[in-house]
C-alpha cells in the first residue's frame, strides 16, 4: 500500500447526496488512489474503511438496484 493510500488525513472526503440535511446520518467517501475509503462524518477521528474500487462498485450497483 502506497503513502497516498493509507494518509487518510489528506484525502478529500464526499459527503453521500444522500445524508440526512442535519448531518446526523452521514457517510463519506473518498478515493485513496485506488481504494475507497469510507467513514462516518460524526466521527473524522476514526479511519475510513478501505475497499477496492471494483469492491466499491460492486457494493454501490448493488445498493441502486
Request: one cysteine or more; proline letters at 2%; a negative charge.
Amino acid at each position: 500500500m502506497t503513502n497516498a493510500q493509507q494518509d487518510q488525513s489528506i484525502a478529500t472526503w464526499f459527503k453521500s447526496s444522500y445524508s440526512e440535511g442535519s448531518g446526523n446520518a452521514c457517510v463519506e467517501v473518498a478515493d485513496m488512489h485506488g481504494l475507497i475509503a469510507v467513514r462516518d462524518s460524526k466521527d473524522t477521528s476514526i479511519p475510513g474503511l478501505r475497499v477496492s474500487g471494483s469492491a466499491w462498485a460492486a457494493f454501490t450497483a448493488d445498493i441502486s438496484n
